[in-house]
């Protein structure tokens, strides 16, 4: 592997645009294949700053075997005070290595490779956990890219809502989050400033916010047969944790650095509140309760984002549309 590429945001989102139902498959394969051993996931690495403690930096690094093997990490910073300059929240950057030498090929921007994993993970999750008929009434809170991208993946596999809620603790955010899906997909969708109310009525409720601490306690009722998309990771107290039926992407990912999940194991010491994971559904061998809400909460493996990276890469190559840069690796032989 002599060549270096790089592509840009502008590509990787032409690309994703136009193949939101390909992600959603590809992401299902990587599940699927993660969970029968043929991936490497390591810990995510969390680069933490004492004078800044809402803020990190977060390494990725994975590798997905089989017949096209490749490695990759992402490095994704994430700063809720961007928002407050007008900035996005998160920022990124994939690197892909050949699996044979090694050697990097490959650099994407990748927050919305990083946004796209997450929106296809969540909409297979709606077609994999919903009970009976596609959920009608649609609940968002918090109303940044991550919630954004949800909708474009949830409208391009043919959601019908009837009603599309959406709650931020910035109104601005949530009225311009409600034109948006209003606008683009043709929803009815409408800012609410009572989150209980919302909650209450919701068939699908999406947590996509930069909460640090559980907000959703037990006076906030959750309903058998309601879906809970917690992207977020640490919106939800552990007593409603503990009622409802619990889906996660990854055992031991999600049972770490302090994530409702990981909460829920440390307050009732068993992990017997997990169903299973979300592979595990997709094959029939876990069983949920129609009796309960149901969670699934997706810590974010590496191996998403490099199956999702390696779309995007060889689309761009396809397309003529990836920068080459001659000579990245000045010496690549010994003598």
């Not at 060549?3 to 394969?29: C, M, N, Y």
């Not at 947590?207 to 977020?232: F, H, K, M, V």
Request: aromatic residues 8%; charged residues 20%; negative net charge.
């Amino acid at each position: 592997m002599s060549t270096f590429h790089v592509i840009g945001g502008k590509v990787t989102q032409d690309v994703i645009a136009a193949s939101p139902s390909r992600i959603l498959e590809i992401v299902r394969e990587t599940y699927l294949r993660h969970s029968a051993g043929e991936t490497v996931n390591p810990n995510s690495y969390f680069l933490r700053f004492p004078d800044r403690p809402s803020c990190r930096i977060i390494a990725l690094p994975a590798h997905i075997g089989g017949d096209q093997p490749v490695s990759g990490i992402k490095w994704i910073a994430s700063y809720p005070p961007n928002i407050e300059r007008n900035l996005q929240r998160a920022s990124a950057v994939l690197l892909l290595n050949d699996a044979e030498t090694g050697y990097p090929f490959a650099c994407l921007e990748a927050s919305q490779i990083s946004a796209a994993r997450t929106a296809a993970s969540a909409a297979l999750a709606v077609e994999t956990l919903s009970e009976g008929d596609r959920p009608r009434k649609v609940l968002f809170v918090g109303a940044g890219v991550i919630g954004r991208t949800v909708s474009d993946f949830l409208a391009a596999r043919g959601l019908s809502v009837d009603e599309c809620m959406v709650h931020d603790h910035v109104d601005g955010y949530a009225r311009t989050f409600a034109s948006y899906v209003s606008d683009t997909h043709g929803w009815s969708a409408r800012h609410v400033p009572d989150v209980d109310c919302a909650l209450a009525a919701a068939d699908l409720v999406v947590l996509a916010t930069t909460a640090p601490a559980p907000w959703l306690c037990d006076e906030q009722i959750l309903r058998p047969g309601q879906l809970i998309l917690n992207l977020s990771l640490r919106d939800i107290h552990p007593t409603v944790m503990i009622k409802c039926n619990n889906v996660l992407d990854d055992l031991d990912h999600c049972l770490t650095a302090q994530t409702s999940p990981h909460l829920t194991e440390i307050e009732y010491g068993s992990r017997d509140f997990v169903n299973g994971t979300l592979a595990d559904v997709l094959r029939g061998e876990a069983t949920l309760n129609a009796d309960r809400a149901t969670i699934f909460s997706p810590f974010g493996l590496g191996v998403l984002d490099l199956a999702v990276g390696c779309h995007v890469y060889q689309s761009a190559l396809e397309q003529e549309q990836a920068t080459e840069i001659p000579g990245f690796f000045p010496e690549l032989s010994r003598w």
